[in-house]
C-alpha cells in the first residue's frame, strides 16, 4: 500500500521556523515527482511547491517564495519542507503528494494532477 505520512507541524509564534517531513513507502520514490499543499479552514487547497524527482528543479507559490524551501532526499524516501519566517496566513493543513514523472515532464500544480496524498500535518502561527 502506498502511504505518505507528514510530521513537523505544530503551534508556532510569527517569525518562527518549522520543518516538515512526507514519508514515504509504497512506490519506487525517485519516479515521483512531489509536491506540497495547504489548507486553511474554509478555502481551497492550495498548491505550496513541488520538486522533481532527482531535485533538479523547484517550484515556488509566490506567497510562500524567498520563505519556504523544499527538498527531498530520494535515499531516505522523505521529502522536506522548510519554512521560516512562518506568517499567520501559513496557517493551515499542510499535505504532501506525489505523481509519477516521467524525464522531461513539465510541473504540475493542481491538486487533481496528484495521484497520492498524505493525511496532513497542521501548522498553526500566532501572532
Known amino acids: 500500500q502506498v502511504q505518505l505520512v507528514e510530521s513537523g507541524g505544530g503551534l508556532v509564534q510569527a517569525g518562527g521556523s518549522l520543518r516538515l517531513s512526507c514519508a514515504v513507502s509504497?512506490?519506487?520514490?525517485?519516479?515521483?515527482?512531489m509536491g506540497w499543499f495547504r489548507q486553511a479552514p474554509g478555502k481551497e487547497r492550495e498548491f505550496v511547491s513541488a520538486?522533481?524527482?532527482?531535485?533538479?528543479?523547484?517550484y515556488y507559490a509566490d506567497s510562500v517564495k524567498g520563505r519556504f524551501t523544499i527538498s527531498r532526499d530520494n535515499a531516505a524516501n522523505t521529502m522536506y519542507l522548510q519554512i521560516n519566517g512562518l506568517k499567520p496566513e501559513d496557517t493551515a493543513d499542510y499535505y504532501c503528494?506525489?505523481?509519477?514523472?516521467?524525464?522531461?515532464?513539465?510541473?504540475?500544480?493542481?491538486?487533481?494532477?496528484?495521484?497520492?496524498w498524505g493525511q496532513g500535518t497542521q501548522v498553526t502561527v500566532s501572532s
Open positions: 503528494a506525489a505523481r509519477i514523472s516521467p524525464n522531461g515532464s513539465r510541473f504540475y500544480s493542481n491538486t487533481r494532477d496528484y495521484e497520492y
Open positions: 509504497g512506490l519506487t520514490f525517485s519516479n515521483y515527482a
Open positions: 520538486i522533481s524527482r532527482t531535485s533538479t528543479m523547484t
